[in-house]
């Protein structure tokens, strides 16, 4: 079998390997130059619009409009972004000004357009101009968003209808908050809120009760957000009439013990047996914060539960009761016989003691 020793390319293809790799390193170079020549270019043209049109934007709404320079398609998209940053910054009720202002250079005809653009945050700035500009007429093309499979878009649709019109757009909000897996509880939150706290409370209960057991846990925790108790009745009359998941049970105690209303005090005591020590644990907590001289020996008893967590929220919430004081501790302290019981009880009662202690004045 013959072997070949080796090879010879010849000097012609060393030739032109070297030039390839040459001109693809020039290639690459040329790349990176235009790449910042674009940039600084669009840089200075967004410097640009920003220098012409901020302090047109924080005129003062009393004075009558100048003449507004002229916009291009690139200027007018540096410029939503501009005015999107005002609006957010001005106070409510001083916002009239940005809306004429905007509407005087046809921003709401340019956002209606973008939202047909290709760029996915291109669509989210022209969704929210045009909620914040409460144009009614953008309403079937922003409602028709609200199924998007992409989170951020359809949750800034959402957060436009409720700007246009938040009655109408409850109803349409309503179904979708309970079954949204991919929306934050924390901003479907602070979004209702715009549309004032008692809706807020009310819609969030509701979404919560009717919708699937991921969501529904989470929604409720959020409640306190909204700092109105008008979704408590829906929660009371769920916990009653029907049998809620473990979750649902805990996150319904978390929030009666927050809004601390004594009507919730059965439920609360109803639960400090339950099946699953993570309700035990929160039906604890909520007796701490609303509980009465009554509530002393329940949660004396669960000094003995089998779950660490238990017994430790039982003892805080022992000694934040306003009946609770440092003599009814030690005689506790004394009685106690389980090393579980005194393994809690020791902490709590030096915080008891730190908590309750006359604050040392400087003089």
């Not at 004429?100 to 929210?128: E, S, W």
């Not at 996150?251 to 919730?264: K, T």
């Not at 609303?290 to 949660?299: F, Q």
């Not at 017994?311 to 805080?316: M, P």
Request: charged share 20%; hydrophobic share 45%.
């Amino acid at each position: 079998m013959a072997v070949l020793d080796h090879v010879t390319v010849p000097l012609e293809v060393w030739y032109l390997i070297s030039l390839s790799i040459g001109c693809f390193n020039l290639l690459l170079v040329a790349c990176l130059l235009l790449f910042q020549i674009h940039r600084r270019v669009k840089v200075r043209r967004q410097q640009r619009v920003t220098d012409r049109w901020r302090p047109l934007l924080k005129h003062d709404a009393t004075n009558p409009m100048t003449a507004l320079p002229s916009l291009t398609h690139r200027d007018h998209i540096v410029l939503l972004y501009l005015w999107n940053e005002c609006y957010e910054a001005t106070p409510v009720t001083t916002t009239e000004y940005l809306i004429r202002l905007a509407q005087q250079v046809g921003t709401n005809r340019f956002a209606k357009d973008l939202l047909q653009a290709k760029l996915l945050r291109r669509r989210i700035l022209a969704v929210m101009t045009l909620g914040r500009l409460r144009d009614h007429s953008a309403w079937p093309s922003i409602c028709a968003l609200l199924l998007h499979q992409n989170p951020f878009l359809s949750f800034s649709a959402a957060q436009a209808l409720l700007w246009i019109d938040a009655v109408a757009a409850v109803p349409l909000l309503r179904p979708l908050i309970g079954h949204r897996t991919d929306w934050s509880p924390l901003r479907i939150a602070s979004m209702l809120n715009t549309a004032g706290p008692a809706l807020a409370s009310d819609i969030l209960a509701q979404a919560a009760v009717t919708g699937n057991a991921i969501v529904g846990p989470r929604l409720i925790r959020y409640l306190p957000i909204t700092h109105n108790p008008s979704g408590l009745s829906i929660l009371r009359r769920y916990v009653h009439e029907h049998r809620p998941s473990d979750n649902m049970l805990a996150a319904c105690l978390f929030v009666f013990g927050e809004f601390r209303d004594q009507a919730d005090l059965p439920i609360i005591r109803r639960h400090l047996t339950h099946g699953a020590w993570y309700v035990r644990v929160q039906a604890a907590t909520a007796l701490g914060k609303l509980g009465t001289v009554d509530d002393e020996e329940r949660l004396i008893g669960l000094f003995n539960d089998d779950q660490w967590w238990v017994r430790y929220r039982a003892g805080e919430a022992l000694v934040s009761l306003e009946s609770m004081t440092e003599e009814k501790l030690l005689s506790l302290q004394e009685s106690l016989t389980s090393p579980d019981a005194h393994e809690i009880l020791a902490p709590i009662l030096a915080k008891f003691r730190t908590r309750r202690a006359p604050i040392a004045v400087k003089p």
